[in-house]
């Protein structure tokens, strides 16, 4: 049966899709704190990954992008934009990913930037975890 086919493909499809993933994120939650009285925005390190960013072509259209708003701003939303290992902690909304090293064939403009998860899709038979960010700057940045 196709499900039994798929089934034992599954895990060379996953190793395949792994060995594509050759940049490393630094991924970060945030919780709010005050700081003299006030509530602030505090970045707590969760964990690093291997992953890659997969954007839309020109020519190709392998990811759909579409605007919303962050800040009062229209970004592009990149579905699909980031890919992680399955096995990588689940992140939630708002969570961000920073490159911190990039793979031998990745555009070394890539080190630096940072991805706001906007939402965390799901999806029988994964080979990857893709989800849909936003690019953003800090303002310390």
Known sequence: MLADDI????????????????????????????????DEQTWVPQYETPGRVSGQSGNARDTYTRYVQVGGVDVPEVQGGLHIPLSAALPAVGWEYECIEVGPTTDPALLGRRWRVTNVPTKSAATARRLDVVEVQRASQ
């Open 7 to 38: 089934a034992t493909a599954l895990p060379e499809l996953r190793r395949q899709a792994e060995a594509r993933m050759t940049d490393t994120f630094a991924a970060e939650s945030y919780e709010w704190t005050k700081v003299d009285g006030i």
